[in-house]
């Protein structure tokens, strides 16, 4: 039986024993776990042969390694953050990159919160002086985080958590998050700012729970630290980056706000010489907020499960860069995913010369869902041609349309349709030219039904051979004829025409395929104006 290479990497940080007890109870995979991956060129040595890799924070999955990974098909994080996997580039070789954004939630949220807690009794403090042999009760007076107003950047899984345990404990919740709808707000019992700046200055407490991203990098500036209460406290748990670390430590210094604890830093672990490390008024853990008994073995059993499923039945969980389709989901659209591969395959072979914008228009009830796995197959159907069939996948295809300039776009039609389920892919090109292939289900058996606005009807299957002549007596006997003294047989015929003595498109599914000189006698035939080979 052929095998799947897993290789477990990291640097001192396994996952789960039980996570890879599962992997290697498969007898389609071998297995390899090594934890002294630290150096790249080490990374990429022990990645060569790897089909799956899966790390946590410690191994870095980078631009190098996947080059020189030729058979990499998932990469799995054992975790929520992704930075130390190079997610652009594993996009475009066609790597899917998952995580595991549930199995540490509690965990974080528990953290954060105990963090919170921490730092408004000043508990490490009060600590250290008792073990240090001092009863100093006066230093440590603490403020009560009940009836303060508490802000939560992101209200995902971990932040939600979170707000549950505030609303517990007396808090009021204001909740900014691009993303979040105001039914989901009021469902969680939270108060929705859509404004970072009128949401913070309100804010007694501000706990961080946002991905580490272009847009959110240094959220908390210098600028926006001016502008808090000097009560403020701010907890972050997410990812290092999301506060200016240095303007948090001159901001504590100052005065500017009451205290920061932090799980996570913008380097880790921080140099001696960090300046937050010697402000006051702060409480600092080492990125522990997955670290826990329970978290970790979630997690490890949970990423193990995810790239079993996707290594031998092709379902996607918790991806990063493509839409998860669990089992279910890919029973439902898995006719569909397969034939609209076939009509974008099948466009590109009569498309006008340089066409740079496809259009794909659903109607009926395959239009009512999530269609963007079957747009993505639309596409890498249609661009085997341009790049080769192995160079494009279902993860890449936008990237590498856009590479070439063609531009996609998808639209459900609203009006009704004749069809139950009904695809259409078009093909255009700057100059208006276009050409435009439907396709739908009969009794569960894929039909091309349209091409280029004529209404025809034929098994997508053997050789298709598509004719556009005028529609005048004697056209189906001239073609006929060349091909039946070509040995070429029709297997299966669908004839239409836009009006009496109009334009008429013929196709046919052929035994075999004609060869270049049959197509050139094709269109000497006067009448005929284009002739189109397709071979399924």
């Given at each position: 039986?052929?095998?799947?290479?897993?290789?477990?990497?990291?640097?001192?940080?396994?996952?789960?024993?039980?996570?890879?007890?599962?992997?290697?109870?498969?007898?389609?995979?071998?297995?390899?776990?090594?934890?002294?991956?630290?150096?790249?060129?080490?990374?990429?040595?022990?990645?060569?042969?790897?089909?799956?890799?899966?790390?946590?924070?410690?191994?870095?999955?980078?631009?190098?390694?996947?080059?020189?990974?030729?058979?990499?098909?998932?990469?799995?994080?054992?975790?929520?953050?992704?930075?130390?996997?190079?997610?652009?580039?594993?996009?475009?070789?066609?790597?899917?990159?998952?995580?595991?954004?549930?199995?540490?939630?509690?965990?974080?949220?528990?953290?954060?919160?105990?963090?919170?807690?921490?730092?408004?009794?000043?508990?490490?403090?009060?600590?250290?002086?008792?073990?240090?042999?001092?009863?100093?009760?006066?230093?440590?007076?603490?403020?009560?985080?009940?009836?303060?107003?508490?802000?939560?950047?992101?209200?995902?899984?971990?932040?939600?958590?979170?707000?549950?345990?505030?609303?517990?404990?007396?808090?009021?919740?204001?909740?900014?998050?691009?993303?979040?709808?105001?039914?989901?707000?009021?469902?969680?019992?939270?108060?929705?700012?859509?404004?970072?700046?009128?949401?913070?200055?309100?804010?007694?407490?501000?706990?961080?729970?946002?991905?580490?991203?272009?847009?959110?990098?240094?959220?908390?500036?210098?600028?926006?630290?001016?502008?808090?209460?000097?009560?403020?406290?701010?907890?972050?748990?997410?990812?290092?980056?999301?506060?200016?670390?240095?303007?948090?430590?001159?901001?504590?210094?100052?005065?500017?706000?009451?205290?920061?604890?932090?799980?996570?830093?913008?380097?880790?672990?921080?140099?001696?010489?960090?300046?937050?490390?010697?402000?006051?008024?702060?409480?600092?853990?080492?990125?522990?907020?997955?670290?826990?008994?329970?978290?970790?073995?979630?997690?490890?059993?949970?990423?193990?499960?995810?790239?079993?499923?996707?290594?031998?039945?092709?379902?996607?969980?918790?991806?990063?860069?493509?839409?998860?389709?669990?089992?279910?989901?890919?029973?439902?659209?898995?006719?569909?995913?397969?034939?609209?591969?076939?009509?974008?395959?099948?466009?590109?072979?009569?498309?006008?010369?340089?066409?740079?914008?496809?259009?794909?228009?659903?109607?009926g009830k395959v239009g009512s869902g999530d269609t963007t796995l079957i747009s993505r197959a639309v596409l890498k159907g249609f661009l085997e041609r341009a790049v080769g069939a192995e160079?494009?996948?279902?993860?890449?295809?936008?990237?590498?349309?856009?590479?070439?300039?063609?531009?996609?776009?998808?639209?459900?039609?609203?009006?009704?349709?004749?069809?139950?389920?009904?695809?259409?892919?078009?093909?255009?090109?700057?100059?208006?030219?276009?050409?435009?292939?439907?396709?739908?289900?009969?009794?569960?058996?894929?039909?091309?039904?349209?091409?280029?606005?004529?209404?025809?009807?034929?098994?997508?299957?053997?050789?298709?051979?598509?004719?556009?002549?005028?529609?005048?007596?004697?056209?189906?006997?001239?073609?006929?004829?060349?091909?039946?003294?070509?040995?070429?047989?029709?297997?299966?015929?669908?004839?239409?025409?836009?009006?009496?003595?109009?334009?008429?498109?013929?196709?046919?599914?052929?035994?075999?395929?004609?060869?270049?000189?049959?197509?050139?006698?094709?269109?000497?035939?006067?009448?005929?104006?284009?002739?189109?080979?397709?071979?399924?």
């Amino acid at each position: 039986m052929s095998k799947f290479n897993i290789l477990i990497a990291g640097n001192n940080d396994p996952i789960s024993s039980k996570g890879i007890d599962l992997l290697k109870a498969e007898p389609s995979f071998s297995v390899e776990v090594n934890m002294n991956l630290k150096a790249e060129d080490a990374m990429i040595e022990a990645s060569r042969n790897a089909h799956a890799i899966i790390v946590r924070s410690g191994a870095k999955v980078t631009a190098k390694v996947l080059e020189a990974a030729p058979n990499l098909k998932v990469v799995g994080r054992a975790g929520v953050g992704v930075d130390n996997i190079d997610v652009p580039v594993a996009s475009k070789r066609g790597v899917v990159v998952m995580n595991t954004p549930g199995g540490n939630t509690i965990s974080t949220a528990e953290q954060a919160f105990t963090l919170m807690m921490a730092l408004s009794r000043k508990t490490p403090q009060a600590h250290a002086t008792i073990v240090g042999g001092k009863w100093d009760r006066a230093k440590f007076k603490g403020t009560e985080v009940y009836g303060k107003t508490l802000v939560v950047l992101g209200m995902g899984r971990i932040g939600a958590e979170f707000a549950k345990r505030a609303k517990a404990f007396g808090m009021t919740v204001i909740a900014y998050d691009p993303y979040l709808s105001k039914n989901r707000a009021e469902s969680l019992g939270v108060t929705l700012c859509e404004d970072l700046d009128a949401a913070i200055v309100q804010a007694d407490y501000i706990t961080m729970h946002m991905p580490l991203t272009p847009d959110t990098k240094h959220m908390i500036n210098a600028k926006r630290l001016g502008t808090l209460k000097k009560t403020c406290r701010i907890i972050n748990c997410a990812r290092g980056g999301l506060i200016d670390d240095a303007a948090l430590a001159q901001a504590l210094t100052d005065g500017t706000i009451a205290g920061a604890a932090l799980d996570v830093f913008e380097v880790e672990p921080p140099p001696a010489d960090y300046p937050l490390l010697s402000a006051p008024n702060t409480v600092f853990t080492p990125h522990l907020g997955a670290s826990t008994e329970e978290a970790q073995e979630n997690v490890g059993i949970e990423i193990a499960e995810v790239i079993k499923a996707h290594l031998l039945q092709g379902t996607v969980v918790n991806a990063v860069n493509m839409p998860n389709v669990d089992p279910k989901v890919l029973a439902e659209i898995g006719p569909f995913l397969k034939f609209g591969e076939l009509l974008g395959r099948l466009v590109s072979q009569f498309a006008p010369a340089r066409a740079n914008v496809v259009r794909i228009n659903y109607s009926g009830k395959v239009g009512s869902g999530d269609t963007t796995l079957i747009s993505r197959a639309v596409l890498k159907g249609f661009l085997e041609r341009a790049v080769g069939a192995e160079q494009v996948n279902y993860i890449n295809a936008n990237g590498v349309a856009e590479n070439l300039g063609i531009r996609f776009t998808e639209s459900r039609l609203t009006e009704p349709s004749e069809f139950t389920d009904l695809i259409e892919v078009v093909a255009k090109n700057d100059s208006g030219d276009a050409a435009s292939i439907a396709g739908t289900f009969f009794a569960g058996e894929p039909r091309i039904v349209r091409v280029n606005s004529h209404r025809i009807e034929a098994r997508p299957e053997g050789t298709l051979l598509f004719i556009e002549n005028i529609d005048r007596p004697g056209m189906i006997a001239a073609y006929s004829t060349t091909l039946g003294k070509n040995q070429v047989n029709i297997a299966d015929m669908s004839l239409s025409r836009d009006k009496e003595s109009g334009k008429a498109l013929t196709l046919l599914t052929l035994d075999s395929t004609p060869g270049a000189e049959v197509i050139a006698e094709l269109e000497k035939i006067q009448g005929i104006s284009k002739v189109h080979c397709v071979a399924i």
